[in-house]
């Protein structure tokens, strides 16, 4: 019996190719494993066909849009994950749940090897091989863009040779990734970093610079997941596409910025995550209400770092595993509801309320009702600032 590679089929050029190539190079059967997150586009079945088109001897497609929305969004959500604090992880969440799909598949198909289509610059290289390493790592990994130096020039002649059904006409002028948490955007006149991007780019958002009205909207979480828009129960992916809709029809979750990639390029990428945005908002201020101020705080440095092992391909790893558990321990009390104002490109939290919150209205007024002893304050403050305050004149006294 031939070997057999699992690749994971986008359906671009690149990944078609690869099926031929992979097959003529190894004499290897290649199984095409895609994977619906969600990105809308093109029919998985259009994408199915084409990989058997193509010389696959098996085409799988996968619907993991609520797998990828409840275990890979939500904790990204529960851990309010921005990397370099803007960017919510649209790519580098979806490269496990591919990465997880590839190895049940190399398993079921008896494959020895998986191979992607991504090049030797990008994140994506890192975490497509890190996560296969960590869950199948007696699998090989073949990355024929990369470790053969494909152009879209010899791709594309390779493709007329043998006749592939790939439409080498349709061509964009970026490189993008979208699934349901977002889109990214990069490559083309971005690459220049002093170009603004044009209209053009955005497919998630309305131009949010277009005068419309605004939205109002509640969302109501329990144990940190959205379960209810405006009183409708959703699941989290209903939840997630309700809010790409409303938010993005009121341009919010657009994002341009340079940023840091492992392999150490700056890279300029042009985001849209509207519902991304909208629920991070939400639910960072469902926690302003109900968690203690220590595990708030702390909290914060833990999403940082979850947010930099998930860029940089760590979702299978101990530390990343370890921090779930905290993250997951701080949701317990994150149940309420939070009302945002979506306009103009905005998502603005104007109220909150919640069966769990830490708020004491006594505490806090300034008005009839206060229970809050100023007495204590004054020595409180004495010795809150004592060690300053002996440092000083130690120092002064010099
Ligand atoms: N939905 C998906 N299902 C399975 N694999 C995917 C999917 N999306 C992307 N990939 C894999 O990730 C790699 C990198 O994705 P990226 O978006 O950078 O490339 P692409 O331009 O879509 O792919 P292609 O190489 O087919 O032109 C792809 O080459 C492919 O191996
Ligand atoms: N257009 C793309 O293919 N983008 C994939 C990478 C997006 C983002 N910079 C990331 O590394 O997650
Ligand atoms: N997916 C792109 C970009 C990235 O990984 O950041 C690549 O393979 O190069």
Redesign the pocket.
């Given at each position: 019996m031939s070997e057999r590679v699992v690749?994971?089929?986008?359906?671009?050029?690149?990944?078609?190719v690869?099926i031929g190539w992979i097959a003529e190079e190894t004499g290897a059967e290649v199984v095409a494993?895609?994977?619906?997150?969600g990105?809308g586009g093109e029919d998985l079945d259009t994408i199915r066909k084409r990989a058997l088109d193509c010389g696959a001897v098996e085409a799988v497609v996968a619907d993991a849009r609520d797998e990828f929305a409840e275990q890979y969004c939500l904790p990204a959500l529960q851990a309010n994950a921005l990397y370099m604090d803007r960017y919510p992880l649209v790519?580098a969440l979806?490269?496990p749940v591919?990465v997880k799909?590839l190895a049940e598949a190399a398993k079921y198909h008896g494959a020895t090897t998986v191979?992607?289509?991504?090049?030797g610059k990008?994140n994506?290289q890192v975490r497509?091989e890190v996560g296969i390493g960590a869950l199948a790592p007696d699998l090989k990994v073949i990355a024929p863009?990369r470790d053969y130096a494909w152009t879209r020039e010899k791709a594309i002649a390779w493709a007329d040779d043998r006749h592939l059904p790939i439409d080498v006409t349709k061509k964009s002028p970026y490189?993008?990734?979208q699934n349901v948490w977002g889109r990214a955007v990069e490559t083309g006149f971005l690459e220049d970093i002093w170009n603004a991007p044009i209209e053009d780019v955005y497919s998630y958002t309305q131009n949010p610079a277009e005068p419309r009205d605004a939205d109002e909207l509640v969302i109501t979480f329990d144990k940190g997941v959205p379960v209810a828009i405006d009183g409708e129960t959703v699941t989290v992916l209903q939840a997630i596409q309700e809010l790409n809709r409303r938010a993005g029809a009121q341009g919010v979750g657009r994002l341009d910025m340079v940023e840091d990639r492992l392999v150490g390029i700056k890279s300029r990428e042009v985001y849209e995550a509207p519902g991304a945005i909208a629920l991070i908002t939400a639910h960072q201020e469902l926690e302003n209400v109900t968690l203690e101020r220590d595990l708030a705080r702390f909290k914060r440095q833990v999403e940082q770092r979850w947010g930099e092992l998930v860029y940089d391909g760590l979702w299978f790893s101990p530390l990343k595993y370890a921090l779930d558990s905290f993250i997951e321990n701080t949701q317990q009390h994150v149940t309420g509801e939070v009302r945002l104002v979506l306009h103009g490109g905005r998502a603005v939290v104007t109220g909150r309320r919640s069966e769990e919150s830490l708020y004491d209205f006594n505490l806090a007024t300034y008005d009839e009702g206060d229970t809050f002893d100023q007495s204590l304050a004054k020595g409180f403050v004495q010795l809150w600032g004592l060690p300053s305050k002996i440092a000083a004149k130690r120092d002064l006294g010099r």
């Open positions: 690749l994971a089929y986008s359906g671009g050029l690149d990944t078609s690869a494993v895609a994977v619906d997150l990105q790519s979806s490269r591919i799909h191979a992607h289509g991504c090049t990008g994506d497509f863009v490189s993008v990734d």
